[in-house]
């Protein structure tokens, strides 16, 4: 088989959440420069518009479903909808994702809430109702981005580092019990991503010079520094590989 088969994501129908900006918009345009068909999912209808245009891929390509993935009650229908617009879901990436930084002492319990409705919760009730489809199909891989710091701690993330430790285990928990369906569940976690959501952080020098000084590579991750793993694992490629977490993170948490 010729390498650009075994890796190629053409034709597969993938889910993107959290696709009106950031990661989620990138990982977009990604895999419409590489022949999927996309179904973008974000609050905001009128970025997820923008999105679809700059995707250059027509309707039947890439459609927007409008939806607050944290109404979980409105999960179901809403992977219903993506099955009858295009037949199938092979991928689902679950990117929607939010933090909060404060001093553990100062979390508020809506302010855990929110991180972990977001980060974790909403990530298990995707799944959930992706999963019927995925069975049906004897095959789907499910993709989680998390973080390094599933792995490690840092400071003022307590609620971040544990919704993202919550997702380790909740790819290893699928994975095993998906197994029998062929549904492959795996993550990618990158370090800090120069974006500008992140941009404001780091004029913070202490704080800047502390994270450059834990990444051996000596550099911010880049958003196209994740489209090989998440490409990798929404691919055939990846079909023996499940439970894992892909570390995009620039050697952190080697230490």
């Known amino acids: 088989m010729k390498i650009d088969d075994i890796f190629s994501v053409k034709e597969k129908v993938v889910i993107i959440t959290g696709a009106s900006q950031g990661i989620g918009k990138d990982l977009a345009t990604t895999f419409a420069e590489n022949g999927a068909k996309i179904a973008l999912v974000a609050r905001d209808e009128e970025k997820l518009k ?3 245009a700059e995707t250059g891929l027509s309707s039947d390509d890439v459609e927007i479903f409008p939806c ?10 809403l992977a219903d909808q993506i099955y009858r617009t295009f037949g199938r879901i092979d991928v689902l990436i679950n990117n929607a994702g939010t933090n909060i930084t404060k001093p553990a002492t100062e979390i508020t319990e809506s302010d855990w809430d929110t991180v972990h409705d977001i980060n974790l919760k909403s990530a298990f009730f995707f799944n959930q109702a992706v999963y019927p489809f995925m069975k049906t199909q004897g095959a789907g891989k499910i993709i989680h ?3 390094q710091m599933e792995e490690v701690g840092y400071y003022n993330r307590s ?6 430790g919550g997702v380790k285990q909740l790819t290893k928990s699928l994975a095993i019990e998906w197994s029998a369906d062929q549904i492959n569940v795996n993550s990618v976690a990158p370090t800090f991503i120069e ?16 994270v450059y000084s834990r990444i051996p590579l000596g550099r911010l991750a880049q958003t196209e520094d994740l489209y090989g793993a998440v490409l990798y694992l929404s691919s055939d490629a990846s079909n023996m590989v499940t439970g894992q977490t892909l570390f995009v993170d620039g050697g952190w948490t080697v230490w």
């Open 50 to 52: 923008k999105v679809k």
């Open 68 to 77: 607050d993935i944290t109404k979980t009650e409105s999960l179901s229908d």
């Open 145 to 147: 981005m998390s973080s």
């Open 159 to 164: 609620a971040y580092c544990s919704s993202k």
């Open 195 to 210: 974006t500008p959501l992140t941009e404001k952080m780091f004029e913070d020098e202490a704080f800047k010079a502390d």
